[in-house]
């Protein structure tokens, strides 16, 4: 039950330290907030556990269940219980915007793919066509 | 065309005046100078669409967490197995949420003290005015409980967040600090040298959030966290408290976690799903959050009894 830890993984600090920074113009907008490396760190490590908080509570929440898969309602209902239920709406409404992104994009691909396969066949014949032309010339 | 890949080439966000394509040479320019306009045009029409979808599309390109570092902090848990797809989108955003209301709040303090760079204690601070972020009590520790020396070295945060345990040095039990005669203690390091306990399994902790009816959540609605009575006697959160108990556990209280040590050789818990857990020496499990009332604490305190009984272990608990 002992277990040895290494290096945890932590949040990439250039996006951190976007967050902060944008949220801080937004505070004072008049002049400039400085963020010292020891406090963006103490932000990363904080998100991190929180991770781990949310996690481990919707874990909870989906094993009640009993299911196997942590899904976005449990994600939702951990909120609640931790009480951030104000975090509620606005992550609803990401989530919907990703859905949608998501199904554009499988279907763009699919077509820039079937797109592609085209222009090849058409480059190579037209290739093809060239050399022979080269050859017999 | 050449014209076409110099104008695209410019710089990005595009100025308000396109450098119009080079004249090519030995051509009057004349007769061309409606088609040059109309390229302009189009170009700036180009550019000013471009820069709409942009700034709409702001929110994703902008990124957002890497999702795939998402789900390996998640996993880390090794409670946590299947994740949907949807969920790493969901904690990127909240992760993002939860920076910015930390961000917020700490920011309050750098301004109440006439700063304008934000520092740790800021977040300390604002970690400790906000009863939601209670969590977080022993991951940002605040600059005044920096005397380590009587524990040996803290070390910082820890990998994975969950506090490294040190058996009490046998303090007589001349009396534990702190008003209820609680227990307190705080995290320090591993004696096994690099080893966590293990996280709380999940068998505690629903056993325990069936078996507290209200809780009494220790966030009494919002940042106003006042009377929260237990939530001050464990304000001493940096007190060591002392003191093996009889058999070898440790209750040990950091903020208003509270936690169980084990000290003793092997204790065998059978929690009421009939879940049989084998704890040896440095494991440490959650036992839940204090609520408004000490009740939660004698009731954690008859349910241990109970549980560890059954297994051939008595524990004595000296709560005032």
Request: one cysteine or more; a positive charge.
């Amino acid at each position: 039950m002992e277990k040895v830890v290494s290096e945890a993984e932590e949040l990439p600090k250039a996006i951190v330290r976007r967050v902060v920074k944008e949220k801080l113009s937004e505070c004072s907008p008049d002049y400039d907030f400085n963020v010292h490396k020891d406090a963006l760190l103490a932000f990363s490590e904080s998100a991190r556990i929180f991770i781990h908080y949310l996690s481990a509570t919707a874990n909870n929440i989906c094993k009640e269940s009993k299911r196997q898969t942590m899904n976005a309602e449990d994600v939702f209902k951990a909120l609640e219980e931790i009480e951030f239920s104000e975090f509620v709406k606005p992550l609803g409404a990401s989530l919907a915007e990703f859905k949608k992104k998501n199904a554009g994009k499988k279907v763009d691909q699919s077509r820039k793919m079937r797109r592609k396969r085209r222009e090849n066949r058409g480059f190579i014949c037209r290739k093809r066509n060239q050399n022979q032309a080269k050859e017999t010339g | 065309m050449d014209s076409n890949k110099q104008a695209q080439s410019s710089s990005y966000p595009p100025t308000s005046s396109i450098t119009p394509p080079p004249a090519i040479a030995a051509t009057p320019l004349a007769p061309f100078h409606h088609l040059l306009q109309q390229q302009q045009q189009q170009l700036q029409m180009f550019w000013f669409y471009q820069r709409q979808e942009i700034e709409q599309v702001n929110d994703f390109k902008n990124h957002q967490l890497p999702l795939a570092r998402i789900k390996k902090i998640m996993k880390a848990d090794e409670d946590v197995r299947m994740i949907s797809a949807e969920a790493p989108v969901l904690f990127a955003k909240a992760c993002e949420l939860f920076i910015l209301e930390l961000t917020i709040r700490s920011w309050l303090h750098a301004e109440e003290n006439k700063r304008r760079t934000l520092q740790k204690n800021d977040i300390a601070a604002a970690i400790t005015r906000t009863d939601i972020f209670d969590f977080l009590v022993d991951i940002v520790p605040r600059d005044e409980i920096k005397d380590e020396a009587g524990l040996g070295g803290m070390v910082g945060a820890t990998a994975s967040g969950v506090p490294y345990f040190y058996p009490p040095m046998g303090q007589p039990t001349g009396g534990p600090a702190g008003p209820g005669g609680m227990m307190i203690g705080r995290p320090a390091v591993d004696p096994t040298g690099g080893m966590y306990a293990q996280p709380p399994s999940q068998a505690w902790q629903s056993v325990w959030q069936t078996a507290g009816p209200d809780d009494g959540s220790y966030a009494s609605g919002g940042s106003g966290g006042q009377g929260n009575l237990d939530g001050q006697c464990l304000g001493l959160v940096n007190e060591t408290g002392g003191g093996l108990w009889p058999d070898g556990c440790s209750m040990i209280i950091v903020g208003l976690d509270v936690w169980l040590l084990f000290t003793g050789y092997k204790a065998f818990v059978i929690d009421n799903d009939m879940n049989l857990a084998i704890h040896k020496y440095g494991d440490s499990f959650h036992l839940g959050k204090l609520g408004k009332n000490k009740e939660n604490l004698f009731k954690m305190r008859n349910y241990l009894s109970n549980s560890l009984v059954r297994c051939g272990r008595s524990m004595v608990w000296q709560i005032a």
